[in-house]
């Protein structure tokens, strides 16, 4: 790819000291490039440099700050063709998809360039001014996941550079490469030491979020991996944003319209392969349109072109890893035991490759895994009800919340019953949709904090108070 694939460290490009670390092609099972996992004491270097260079750019201006982002912003552009391939080849993406990816990576990071930070005026009279100012926090932990490598990558560097930071980033091993490549085209941009990425597993990321040095950490990941960090974090009261697993539970109320609305039920359930975070998981429908639903998702489903992202005409690619591609054959086979129908899909394919059709469940009922766990995959369960108090019901009887959804023609009922619903997120006639201005994140076991928008910028700060007598 024309790429070295190295760490950077206070501005460098170093090789890691720790183990080897195979870089697989989902599509194909090949190795992509060989990369080195960073050893604790280049950990420890990242955020001596992280800190040695936050003693200036937390005095930089905003302005200044605004027009880095702005350039690397221009950089990605510059190299997205470059980027999206990578995208297709670690995490298995359509290409069509991998595009949308970086686009929207452009499109943040830009965001985040032009937002300002208020002072918040608290009181302003004869003799006194009370003022809150939003100070950087210091050193900020990303720990990004495999399923939007890039995109995440964005979401928790841009605002944490912009509020006036510094950043140590460890991606996914299983997708590191296109966060290396973005690390290569920002570091012209900015001052050494401002931006770190190290390579490494659970030994590298328990150090990173006991690291008495950093001084927040950003995950999005599972939520027994968050618990873990959270457990970490103590050590130095580090403030988190933890955006954590979800189960998001979608209901279709009786009056909704099937055919207007199959498509984006589909789509927003099998967005990236259904692996994301705030997809459509759990699909609660009126009995009187039970078949009806189940049959229109079953026809999209049956119309995807499953294969290589390369290819030309792909629409659906590759579970990412073949950990993941085992649990959602696991969930289905229960499924079946159990008694559940499955309409599309079901199996995997025999050649190489993690493939797995998009696959819709009907009979399915709580109780079943494929209900009551989080798949993270192409499959979908659909559950009838009768009674629309038990659909909110079963909706809200998870420990996560992340999203929930609502698809109506009547909005005015379909907001009553999304107050209803026990998630961060409650989209009516839609679902997954994450926008640069719009606060996002979880509730219960999905997590704290927020990411996006005003608040999520000042989750990267620190209030304080000026109390002047005039």
């Known amino acids: 790819m024309g790429t070295a694939f190295n760490m950077w460290i206070n501005g460098q490009s170093v090789q890691g000291e720790a183990e080897p670390l195979d870089v697989l092609n989902p599509a194909t099972e090949e190795?992509?490039?060989?990369?080195?996992?960073?050893?604790?004491?280049?950990?420890?270097?990242?955020?001596?440099?992280?800190?040695?260079?936050?003693?200036?750019?937390?005095?930089?201006?905003?302005?200044?700050?605004?027009?880095?982002?702005?350039?690397?912003?221009?950089?990605i552009e510059n190299n997205a063709a470059e980027l999206a391939e990578i995208v297709v080849k670690e995490q298995g993406k359509p290409m069509f998809l991998a595009q949308a990816e970086v686009s929207g990576a452009v499109a943040w990071t830009r965001y985040a360039a032009g937002m300002d930070i208020p002072t918040d005026i608290i009181e302003d009279s004869e003799n006194k001014r009370i003022e809150v100012q939003h100070k950087p926090l210091g050193v900020v932990g990303s720990i990004t996941p495999w399923n939007w490598p890039l995109?995440?990558?964005?979401?928790?560097?841009?605002?944490?550079?912009?509020?006036?930071?510094?950043?140590?980033?460890?991606?996914?091993?299983l997708t590191p490469l296109n966060t290396l490549k973005l690390f290569e085209l920002i570091q012209q941009e900015l001052p050494a030491g401002v931006l770190n990425v190290v390579l490494g597993d659970a030994e590298i990321g328990n150090a990173m979020s006991e690291h008495p040095g950093i001084d927040k950490i950003i995950f999005t990941g599972s939520t027994p991996t968050g618990q873990q960090i959270m457990r970490n974090a103590s050590s130095n009261l580090k403030r988190l944003t933890l955006e954590l697993g979800g189960?998001?539970?979608?209901?279709?109320?009786?009056?909704a319209d099937i055919d207007a609305i199959a498509e984006g039920i589909f789509q927003t359930a099998f967005l990236n392969m259904g692996q994301t975070c705030a997809a459509l998981k759990r699909l609660y429908v009126h009995e009187s349109q039970y078949d009806q639903v189940c049959s229109k998702l079953a026809d999209i489903a049956q119309q995807q072109v499953v294969g290589d992202g390369?290819?030309?005409?792909t629409t659906f690619g590759p579970v990412q890893n073949k950990k993941q591609l085992d649990l959602v054959a696991a969930l289905v086979d229960d499924a079946r035991e159990q008694g559940a129908n499955v309409l599309s899909g079901g199996s995997r394919s025999d050649s190489a490759g993690y493939f797995y059709p998009p696959t819709i469940i009907a009979g399915a009922k709580a109780g079943m895994r494929v209900v009551d766990e989080e798949q993270f995959g192409p499959v979908l369960p659909v559950i009838s009800y009768s009674d629309l108090d038990d659909a909110i019901a079963q909706a809200n009887a998870s420990n996560v919340g992340l999203g929930g959804s609502v698809w109506s023609s009547d909005l005015e009922k379909a907001q009553q019953i999304a107050s209803k619903l026990?998630?961060?997120t409650a989209w009516i006639n839609g679902h997954a949709e994450v926008l640069p201005h719009a606060p996002f994140g979880g509730c219960k076991m999905s997590g704290f904090g927020v990411e996006f928008g005003l608040q999520g910028l000042l989750e990267y700060t620190q209030p304080q108070t000026i109390n002047i007598n005039k």
């Open 31 to 75: 190795v992509i490039v060989t990369v080195n996992n960073a050893s604790v004491a280049q950990l420890d270097a990242a955020v001596d440099a992280a800190k040695q260079a936050f003693s200036s750019w937390q005095y930089s201006s905003h302005d200044d700050r605004k027009q880095a982002l702005n350039r690397i912003a221009d950089n």
């Open 151 to 173: 995109m995440i990558a964005i979401w928790h560097i841009m605002p944490a550079l912009r509020a006036g930071n510094t950043v140590v980033c460890k991606p996914s091993g």
């Open 247 to 255: 189960n998001d539970a979608g209901i279709i109320l009786p009056d």
């Open 310 to 313: 390369l290819a030309d005409g």
């Open 422 to 424: 026990e998630c961060g």
